[in-house]
């Protein structure tokens, strides 16, 4: 039977994720969007069979076998399943500022026009990854297909189905020696593969949370520990994150993230089929098929700030930070309540209005209705408002145009509303 182990890691394992983390962070992401990007959980969906008999291993020893991980050379299939129970499709958007595309025009093979896809439902995708310098990764659609490939200097971004092309070259001096540093990527902190979200998930791990080994699993025809995190705080939307990390090289194979609440897992990413060979090299060839709308990258730029640097369209600050917020600190009228999984951004609105309210003449009845219908009307000693919400993701709108946003309760929001007060 599988091995138990219920010892539970704090900061020391945290440091260890951080300084002894050899693997490059190979994929050139085409992302989850920042609200399932900012989200961690598990209940088992993809690939599993059977409990492999396996030699003992302590919490802190799997997490320093992720760490200490340096396969670069693989290929496979993955599955990522999105469930964030939004009451509307492509409601989404509205939590990623610029994901509408107003004021640029991206093109539908830009990578950041292909994030919220990916934050519902079923999507299978195909990777391939040979060191630093080359990667592939397409999302398979019924008749069509979208893929980033990474190699050397350049980025190429297609969709066969509006048959657009994207293309980014890497900074000026981007070599075989500073490749990892300097090749293009995507926003900070938005994952893609189960590599990805684990590392996110170890990032939170501390004295808030419970880290445990949780017996064995088969994934992808490969025999794997399973590492379970859990908050130790009560008030957090997140039940737990299971990791399935691959017994002989300690590459994360499966990443699932269920919500306090029980149900369907809220994130689930895992292989289906995974090779560590070396990927043919004609995987990450690519040249534009004849009559292709071809972007360059640099045409997506919005303007100059005030020193003169190019902005682009999304915001650093909003790629992909929940729980934890990590980031966000920092940013100009956010003001991060709490610590850990119950951590929760305070947001002042420009102008200090929330959403109208009936009989002020802003909206018609109708369009009130339906704003009240999304949300559940609440009070405190801050005053009201509405509460928004997904299965890990709530925010609470003030009357008086406030946001308090976490992967948080109903309730845990309204007290940090009435704390701030």
Known sequence: MAPNDSAETIGEATGTVVGRRKAARYIVPVAVAGVAAATIGLVPALANAGDPDLPKISAQELIEKIAASDEEQLSGTFKISTD??????????SFLPGADGEGKDGGAAAPEDKLMELTSGTHTLRVAVDGPEKQRLSILGQASEYSVVHNKGEVWAYDSESDEVYHAEAPEGAGASGAEKKAPKAPKGVPATPKDFAEQALAAVGDTTSVTVDGTAQVAGRDAYQLLIKPKQEGSTVGSIRIAVDAENGVPLKFTLAAAAGGKAVVDAGFTKVDFAKPAASSFDFTPPKGAKVTEA?????????????????????????????????????????????????IEIPGGKGLPTAGSGDVPAEAQGFLDALGDKVTG???????FKTRLVNALLTDDGKVYVGAVTKDALVRAADGAK
């Open 298 to 346: 640099d045409e997506l730029e919005t303007g100059k700030d005030e020193h003169g640097k190019a902005q682009k369209a999304l915001p650093e600050q909003f790629s992909g930070q929940i729980p934890g917020l990590e980031g966000l600190e920092s940013a100009e009228g956010v003001n991060v309540i709490g610590e850990g999984w119950t951590s929760i951004a305070a």
């Open 381 to 387: 000693k801050f005053g009201s408002g509405t509460v």
């Open 84 to 93: 964030l129970g939004l009451p509307l499709d492509g409601l989404a958007g």
